[in-house]
């Protein structure tokens, strides 16, 4: 499978030459061809056009400012409105490689400055929000959707508490103290690396972007007793009385820990579990009924545009959405 970058990259330059106007008939058919390749590449190329309409809406506004509103100044090196929004900037932007569908990710992924936490903290996240933290000693942590955590970091000790939810650690080196995780049932040590905690009731799930870390139970008397070291590339998922661990590829870490840059990346994954995952980040909920419950999607999805994801659905694949209160149900 291509990396998603190289993906939306094709993608974007076929939907330049479609806006251009370049596509003969033997055009139009090598397209359909590429997107019938795979579905990453129809996911990349429904997303990037549904942006492109977007943007003509946006030119529109531009061209015409409400009155009342007060002008925008020249912004120096970025450029005025004008300069954003006035004649080829689409082409030039599409080509260029940038993902106009990712703008509300971008949005999402602007976080303020890390700024210092109080010792000892209480952190949480609400749905679609992140938070990031720069604790005493220099470590940082991101937090996710829905997350709740504590944290006690002085002199003795640095140890976080993860009650719900997933954060990202990037552990500042400290030999004098090793820096622990309490996630349900589990323990997680280490010195200085860069991994990943989620805990989902029971379960605990441990991905190691970088350094080793070791995992074990709380309950010295637990079914699971020995402590084992996860390193690069691994995952340690932990239930009640289990414990594996699984080499992934560096495609799969990234997908994993793509939710830092707001979105949620996936291959080949079943249409319950890929809306099971952006259930976690809006209030919107989608409801799977069997018929395509089982249906299999690649690609990368903005984690708070469940609207546009469900377009993508109903445009791209003939799903059936109907929309009552807060739920969208999709079927055949």
Known sequence: MKHPDE??????QWLARDDAGELD???QAALERWL???????VAWLRLRAAWRQADGMRGLAAAPSAGLPRVADSGAYGSPRGLLGSGWRRQAVGGGVALALCATLVWSLLPSPAPAPTPGQFATAVGVRQAIT???GSRITLNTRTRARAQVDERQRTVWLEDGEAFFDVAKDRSRPFVVHAGAQRITVMGTKFSVRLTGSQTQVTVLEGRVRVEPEDSSAAQTQAVVVSTRESAVTGADSLLVVQRTPQQVS????WRAGRLAFDQRTLADIAAELNR????????HEDVAEMRLSGSFDAVNVDGFVRLLSEGYGIVVRREGPDVHLSR
Do not use: F, P
């Open 7 to 12: 993906i939306e990259q094709a993608a974007a």
């Open 25 to 27: 008939e033997q055009g």
């Open 36 to 42: 019938q390749q795979d579905t990453a590449h129809r």
């Open 135 to 137: 604790l005493a000693d």
């Open 255 to 258: 997908d994993a820990l793509a």
């Open 281 to 288: 980040y809006n209030a919107t909920q989608l409801v799977v």
